[in-house]
């Protein structure tokens, strides 16, 4: 075939992919592949693509690329692809090389955006959709993404601005009617609310509204309907930002309504997302328990010590045994996931004060040996835990986190106590700054309280008190009846510590200090001492 004659096939290809005539294009890309195999097999991918036969797709275009690596269609493709596949990390990586070669292509930046939203490298989406953005003309996807990550970096003003724009030009974009609701969550959660519902109007069945709205129903105390949309977390269409389990539970039946269970067969209730939302739903496991006794718990390894020793009735088992022991639908339902379980069990205020009690049970050999050694050293006083930062996502992480050299009001106000850090993760920085600073402070050695969780949990618990931002650590030691001194910054906090009130709904002895707009760091960490002291 001449170049003459690719160009014609390849041009008929193009018209027949405009129309949608996908048949008609399979059949001239095949007859391409004979002539030019990699452009043929990209032309096959990109069908392949618009029929949702993902597998092909990755087969024929992974083909076409390695064939000739100049192959600009495929390149661009592969990148629409792992977004379907739900494998976020190919897709950037591809993404990356396509947008270098071809910076200008508004499809390619524009799906490449979208991989780099799903990871949270806000920044980077800035970076490369900005140059595209015609305030004129604007295309809805490049203004959804730069609002989207204009929001999720706290450039509310830029944010607002630009949701302006898109309320003008698409009046009626379920996209922009959602982002606005995601926008106002945390400044304004019952206008969101309003935002959501018309975005809903738009489209009543969009998986993802659906799922960002349960967080604001939850956070504004509609626990009924917040826990039912919570559910939609667990879809594929949400990603890693919602609810996923395990990739070793693909293929074992997911069970979200209770009412399919038998009670003759057995229950795997199974353990999901971090480990603080884990041990805040594990607080109705009991009632499950009394519901369905054929009940068993699969969780992580790390976690199973603790889990044992406070839910002795309950067999446990871990993630690597759950898919094999929850596949016998003879005897098993199927596997439940704990957040799914709150609908039935916590789905008012009332419902979580009513068990408003600690569950949790320490390792108390290891809590009596932490608390004599940390006493005999320091001479008698009171031990205070602490930690600054937490969250497992950048954004939660910049919400939650109140940087360490903010605290001196509380090292200086308490000077007959001892603090003891908590903090997981990297802190030689903090350490360094503490440990010349206060001679009260002290940073534990030979315990990763990432990994052994059990000795972090009583270390925790042989302290007396504990004053941190919402973190893990809140939730371990609250859910063992510690004292909590729980710090919230102005930037918004998980639902479960609601929009106002000074004690936790879900754990026992949980005070809650938040810092408003308008409050200076320091009015805020003073008064959080003096309160303390008070205490």
Not at 25 to 41: D, E, F
């Amino acid at each position: 075939m001449k170049q003459q004659e690719l160009i014609e096939v390849a041009t008929r290809i193009d018209k027949a992919l405009a129309a949608n005539k996908l048949s008609q294009a399979k059949q001239l890309a095949k007859k391409l592949v004979s002539a030019n195999r990699s452009a043929g097999l990209a032309y096959l991918g990109v069908v392949a693509l618009r029929e949702e036969k993902l597998d092909e797709c990755e087969r024929v275009l992974l083909e076409s690329y390695s064939i000739n690596n100049a192959q600009n269609l495929a390149l661009a493709n592969l990148i629409p692809l792992y977004m379907k596949k739900r494998d976020f990390g190919k897709a950037i990586a591809y993404g990356e090389q396509a947008f270098a070669r071809m910076p200008q292509n508004k499809s390619v930046t524009i799906n490449y955006a979208a991989a780099l939203l799903q990871e949270q490298q806000y920044t980077k989406v800035i970076e490369i959709l900005n140059p595209l953005l015609d305030l004129e003309k604007p295309n809805v996807s490049i203004v959804s993404g730069l609002i989207s990550a204009y929001r999720s970096t706290f450039r509310y003003d830029k944010a607002k601005e630009l949701l302006a724009i898109a309320d003008t030009h698409f009046p009626d974009h379920q996209d922009v009617a959602r982002l606005k609701a995601d926008t106002f969550a945390e400044s304004d959660p019952f206008a969101a609310l309003e935002s959501f519902k018309r975005a809903l109007e738009i489209r009543p069945d969009n998986v993802p509204t659906l799922w960002n709205m349960s967080l604001v129903q939850l956070r504004t105390g509609d626990f009924n309907g917040g826990w039912i949309n919570y559910d939609h977390g667990l879809s594929h269409e949400v990603g890693k930002i919602g609810r996923p389990l395990p990739k070793l539970f693909q293929g074992t039946p997911v069970i979200t309504d209770l009412k399919n269970l038998d009670k003759e067969k057995w229950t795997f209730a199974t353990c999901e997302q971090g480990i603080g939302d884990q041990i805040l739903f594990l607080g109705s496991l009991p009632q499950l328990h009394a519901d369905f006794p054929k009940l068993a718990l699969i969780c992580e390894r790390r976690m199973a010590p603790i889990l044992a020793r406070s839910f002795p009735a309950i067999p446990m088992y871990e993630y690597g045994l759950g898919p094999m022991l929850a596949y016998n639908p003879s005897i098993v339902n199927g596997i439940v996931p704990i957040g799914s379980i709150q609908k039935y069990y916590r789905n008012s205020r009332e419902a979580y004060l009513e068990h408003r009690q600690a569950y949790l049970v320490p390792n108390a050999g290891k809590v009596e040996r932490y608390r004599d050694a940390l006493l005999q050293k320091v001479g008698g006083r009171k031990l205070i835990g602490f930690s600054w930062k937490g969250g497992y996502w950048e954004r939660s992480q910049k919400t939650k986190t109140l940087e360490i050299e903010l605290w001196d009001p509380l090292f200086q106000e308490h000077p007959d106590c001892i603090f003891v850090c908590l903090q997981y993760g990297e802190v030689a920085k903090e350490k360094e700054y503490l440990t010349k600073k206060y001679k009260n402070v002290r940073f534990i050695d030979g315990i990763d309280f990432k990994k052994d969780l059990d000795s972090w949990h009583a270390l925790a618990c042989a302290c007396h008190e504990i004053v941190s931002v919402s973190t893990a650590l809140v939730h371990f030691a609250g859910a063992s009846g510690v004292r909590i001194h729980l710090l919230l910054s102005e930037k918004g906090a998980p639902f479960i510590w609601q929009l106002e009130g000074e004690e936790a709904i879900c754990y026992p002895n949980v005070s809650i200090y938040r810092k408003r707009v308008e409050q200076t760091a320091s009015d805020f960490f003073n008064g959080v001492a003096r309160k303390m002291r008070a205490i």
